[in-house]
C-alpha cells in the first residue's frame, strides 16, 4: 500500500504571498479561501505502521507541516527520532530545498536523492549541514529502484527536473508525483498513463498569468513550469489514472477560486485541485 500526504500544495511564496495583493491572495487574507503552505509532499509504503517517510522536496514551511500531520511526527518511545527517512528533490529550487536546512538536527546524516544538477546547485545548503547532521547524497535511476521497504521508484528526467513514479511491491499500485513540469516529455507521458495516482505541475492556468499580476514577469514555460490551459489538462483528462491531483500551485491561478471557469473546467475533467493535509491511499 501506498500512502501520500500533501502537505504543502502551493507554488515557491504560498497562498497568500507576503507581498502580493493579487485576488486570491486577498480572498485567503480575509477567508474567502483557505490558505495554503509551499509544495512537499510525503509517500510512505509500509503498509504495517507507516514508518519511513520520504518527502518529495523539502519546503520552507516544513516544520508547520510536520506539526499538522501526525505520520510524520516523532513517536514518544524515545526523546529524539523522526519518521523522515529522507528527501527526494526534483530540482534545487528555493521551495523544494530551504527545508533541508530545518532538517539538520538529526544524528545521521540526511538521506537526498538528487541528480548531480541538484546537488552542484545546492553546495551552500551542503556546506551549512556538514556543520550538523551533513548529507548522505543518493543516486537516482531511470529504473526502479528500492527507496524503503515494498516501495520502489525511478526518476523521469525532465528540462531541469525531475518526476518521480512510485511503485507497490506488493499490489503493484503505482503513483507518479511531478509537481514540476516544463515539458510533456515521452516517457512522462507513457507514466501519466501507466499510474494510478498522478499528482501534477498545476503552477499555472496559463503562460501569461504571473504577467498580468506582476508586469514584466516571465511566463509560464519560461519559468520551466507547462501551464494546465493549451499544456497538461488535455493529456490529464484522457489518462486512465484513478485519481490526478494539480499540486504546486500558484497564488495567481484562478482555479484556486471557487466558482471561476477555470476551476470548473479542471473539475469537469476529472481532476482535483490539492490542498494541505490531503491524504491519498492505493
Ligand atoms: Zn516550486
Ligand atoms: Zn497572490
Given amino acids: 500500500m501506498i500512502r501520500v500526504h500533501i502537505l504543502g500544495s502551493a507554488a515557491g511564496g504560498g497562498l497568500p504571498q507576503w507581498n502580493c495583493a493579487c485576488a486570491n491572495c486577498v480572498a485567503a487574507r480575509t477567508g474567502k479561501i483557505v490558505p495554503q503552505t509551499q509544495s512537499s509532499?510525503?509517500?510512505?509504503?509500509?503498509?504495517?505502521?507507516?514508518?519511513?517517510?520520504?518527502?518529495?522536496?523539502?519546503?520552507?514551511?516544513?516544520?508547520?507541516?510536520?506539526?499538522?500531520?501526525?505520520?510524520?511526527?516523532?513517536?514518544?518511545?524515545?526523546?529524539?527520532?523522526?519518521?523522515?527517512?529522507?528527501?527526494?528533490?526534483?530540482?534545487?529550487?528555493?521551495?523544494?530545498?530551504?527545508?533541508?536546512?530545518?532538517?539538520?538536527?538529526?544524528?545521521?546524516?540526511?538521506?537526498?536523492?538528487?541528480?548531480?544538477?541538484?546537488?552542484?546547485?545546492?553546495?551552500?545548503?551542503?556546506?551549512?549541514?556538514?556543520?550538523?547532521?551533513?548529507?548522505?547524497?543518493?543516486?537516482?535511476s531511470a529504473n526502479f529502484q528500492t527507496l524503503s521497504d515494498g516501495l520502489a521508484f525511478r526518476a523521469i528526467q525532465l528540462p531541469q527536473s525531475l518526476a518521480f513514479q512510485f511503485r507497490d511491491d506488493t499490489s503493484g499500485g503505482t503513483a507518479l508525483c511531478a509537481p514540476s513540469v516544463g515539458e510533456l516529455t515521452k516517457e512522462l507521458r507513457n507514466a501519466i498513463n501507466s499510474s494510478d495516482l498522478v499528482i501534477f505541475d498545476g503552477t499555472f492556468w496559463s503562460d501569461g498569468e504571473l504577467a498580468a499580476v506582476r508586469p514584466g514577469a516571465r511566463t509560464a514555460h519560461e519559468m520551466n513550469h507547462l501551464p494546465i490551459s493549451?499544456?497538461?489538462?488535455?493529456?490529464?483528462?484522457?489518462?486512465?489514472?484513478?485519481?490526478?491531483?494539480?499540486?504546486?500551485?500558484?497564488?495567481?491561478?484562478?482555479?484556486?477560486?471557487?466558482?471561476?471557469p477555470e476551476r470548473a473546467q479542471v473539475e469537469q475533467a476529472g481532476i482535483e485541485i490539492a490542498r494541505d493535509e490531503l491524504e491519498v491511499s492505493l
Avoid at 68 to 89: A, I, K, M
Avoid at 251 to 259: A, E, R
Wanted: with cysteine; hydrophobic share 40%; proline share 8%.
Fill in 41 to 140: 509532499i510525503a509517500i510512505s509504503g509500509d503498509a504495517q505502521n507507516f514508518r519511513g517517510w520520504f518527502l518529495i522536496n523539502a519546503s520552507p514551511d516544513l516544520p508547520e507541516q510536520i506539526e499538522s500531520t501526525p505520520h510524520l511526527q516523532p513517536h514518544r518511545d524515545s526523546p529524539r527520532n523522526t519518521p523522515v527517512s529522507g528527501v527526494l528533490l526534483t530540482n534545487a529550487d528555493i521551495d523544494h530545498a530551504l527545508g533541508l536546512l530545518l532538517l539538520r538536527q538529526q544524528e545521521t546524516p540526511l538521506i537526498i536523492y538528487a541528480t548531480d544538477e541538484t546537488r552542484a546547485a545546492l553546495a551552500w545548503i551542503e556546506r551549512e549541514l556538514a556543520r550538523f547532521c551533513g548529507i548522505e547524497w543518493r543516486n537516482v
Fill in 230 to 260: 493549451n499544456g497538461s489538462l488535455d493529456l490529464l483528462r484522457q489518462s486512465p489514472a484513478r485519481r490526478k491531483i494539480y499540486t504546486h500551485i500558484n497564488n495567481t491561478n484562478p482555479i484556486l477560486m471557487p466558482g471561476t
